[in-house]
């Protein structure tokens, strides 16, 4: 039987967001209905608002999320009703091109639902934010969207792994592949920065220089274990990350802001033979110049993280793990919980400064 549940809806480009009852349809081959139990606010939901990502409005926003498999449909094993699982944007499929040659992280046919669950008061079909749409008492995903953890952590710190944290997180251990005795950068300390030096610190990184433009994201970046750090607005990124490395420039730089002059700033800050990693999301019109000679002239890589290069089903329950034994702090992502209702509210929050994440708790 298809159910009536509540959902934050974008109707249409800019508007407010708003709680709409929606319809979730029975699961059908490989789908499962997830009960959720948290979601976190991300920039994308909010720019999902905007019409930044596509014109496909209705959006039922929300895919940062955790809560416990309610029923599945046929054909599905990895998964059964009354699982605590977190959901991810990225379910591979195991058989194109990339995942047979071993690297699912490019797979081209990810797997979302294929019912759509629709708004209950038109009928209309709605499409759910990275196909989760978890901003919802209930949700319809892929089996494969689900990935089983841990079940005594708590449903607001599990969640973030879904998202922005896996994607800081994955960016220095996954992409970056950060090591011990590395010098880390990171240019831009919110969620994903932070997360990044966390990250960093798992690794086993000697040094983590913390980048930003407000010393109370520097601060915040220090209890996440950043070792240094540099205020860009007030002395220079590159020779202030040159001088915290002997000279020479970091090993690995995450750039977690998505703008062309703190790429740069990356760029020059590694060292020779160091890595950039880019994990901020930049715009389509910002164009990067650099001199061509300044690229042949180092060595190392540049290379782009795109949610943190992670396997949700290697990722997911080992971060999880960490967090349980005390390693990885992921309550402190958390800067406040809120209702359904609110969602609109945190998307105002959120250009404060103050909020790392508003997780929304159902
Ligand atoms: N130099 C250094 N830091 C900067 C600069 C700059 N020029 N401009 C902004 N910042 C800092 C902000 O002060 C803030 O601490 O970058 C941080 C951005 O943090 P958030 O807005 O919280 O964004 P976050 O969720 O961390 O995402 C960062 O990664 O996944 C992408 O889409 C996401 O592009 C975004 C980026
Ligand atoms: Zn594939
Ligand atoms: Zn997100």
Same mark, same amino acid.
């Given at each position: 039987m298809a159910q009536e549940v509540r959902g934050v809806i #974008? *109707? +249409?480009?800019n508007e407010p967001v708003r709680v709409e009852t929606i319809v979730v349809p029975d699961p059908g081959p490989g789908e499962a209905v997830v009960k959720v139990q948290a979601c976190g606010v991300c920039h994308t939901d909010l720019h999902y608002k905007q019409g930044g990502i596509s014109d496909d409005f209705p959006f039922l926003l929300g895919h940062e999320a955790a809560g416990i498999v309610e029923s599945v449909g046929e054909g599905v094993t990895d998964v059964a009703p009354g699982d605590f699982v977190i959901l991810n944007w990225r379910a591979v499929c195991g058989n194109c091109r990339a995942c047979l040659r071993g690297? *699912?992280?490019?797979?081209f046919n990810t797997h979302n639902a294929k019912q759509k669950m629709t708004l209950a008061s038109t009928g209309q079909e709605l499409s759910p934010a /990275? =196909?989760? =749409? #978890?901003? #919802?008492d209930k949700t319809l995903v892929a089996a494969g969207q689900c990935t089983k953890v841990? *079940?005594?952590?708590s449903p607001a710190v599990a969640g /973030?792994? +879904?998202c922005g944290v896996m994607a800081g997180i994955g960016a220095a251990i996954n992409t970056g592949n950060v090591g011990r005795g590395d010098t880390v950068a990171v240019i831009g300390c919110g969620g994903v920065g932070d997360a990044a030096i966390a990250g960093a610190r798992l690794a086993g990184a000697a040094r983590i220089i913390a980048v930003d433009i407000d010393d109370r994201k520097l601060e915040k970046a220090r209890s996440m274990g950043a070792t240094h750090t540099v205020n860009s607005k007030t002395s220079d990124a590159v020779e202030a990350i040159r001088e915290l490395t002997g000279g020479f420039g970091a090993d690995v730089v995450i750039e977690a802001v998505g703008r062309p002059e703190t790429y740069k700033q990356a760029f020059y800050g590694r060292d020779l033979a160091g890595t950039v990693v880019l994990v901020g999301v930049p715009t389509p019109e910002m164009k990067l110049e650099l001199p061509l000679l300044d690229v042949f002239g180092r060595g190392g890589s540049l290379k782009s993280s795109w949610y943190g290069d992670c396997l949700p089903s290697r990722d997911f329950p080992m971060l999880i793990d960490l967090h349980q034994q005390g390693r990885l702090d992921l309550g402190a992502f958390v800067t406040e919980t809120v209702q359904l209702d609110e969602v609109e509210k945190a998307f105002e929050r959120m250009h404060g400064g103050d909020v790392l994440r508003s997780v929304v708790v159902l």
């Open positions: #974008a *109707p +249409g480009k690297r *699912p992280q490019y797979c /990275l =196909g989760i =749409g #978890a901003f #919802a841990d *079940p005594t952590v /973030l792994l +879904g």
